[in-house]
Nanobody, 126 residues
Framework: QAQLDEFGGGLAQPGGSLILVCEAS????????VAWFRQVPGKWREGVAC????????YTSDSVEGRFTMARLNARNSVYLQMNSLKPEDTGVYFC???????????????????WGRGTQVTISS
């Protein structure tokens, strides 16, 4: 059974930064599409960043473009999400998700992803 563990959530002030890390076990995420989603109560789960396996091409949503960066840490079978210039609307539970069947692309459709972490809370508040 694949397992994804997210780390690095917490409280930050507006304008601050956080780094989230997703560590995978029993699934090789260096050959899979990986994404970060976030969710707040009462709203759909929103994709914020994803990375392909074929070229490590990354995509970010319009809401985080220019502020969030996603990359792989292949030696650790992990990915991270660098979040800068944080805003209160970035608050939510952030999930790591893996699609082991997609390599040359990635997308923000949650139904595409097979494995999910339990999520880590990010709260942006002064």
């Amino acid at each position: 059974q694949a397992q994804l563990d997210e780390f690095g959530g917490g409280l930050a002030q507006p304008g601050g930064s956080l780094i989230l890390v997703c560590e995978a076990s029993r699934v090789a995420i260096d050959v899979a599409a990986v994404a970060w989603f976030r969710q707040v109560p009462g709203k759909w789960r929103e994709g914020v960043a994803c990375i392909t396996s074929a070229s490590d091409h990354t995509y970010t949503s319009d809401s985080v473009e220019g502020r969030f960066t996603m990359a792989r840490l292949n030696a650790r079978n992990s990915v991270y999400l660098q979040m800068n210039s944080l805003k209160p609307e970035d608050t939510g539970v952030y999930f790591c998700a893996v699609d082991p069947y997609r390599h040359s692309s990635c997308a923000f459709q949650s139904s595409q992803y097979v494995h999910w972490g339990r999520g880590t809370q990010v709260t942006i508040s002064s």
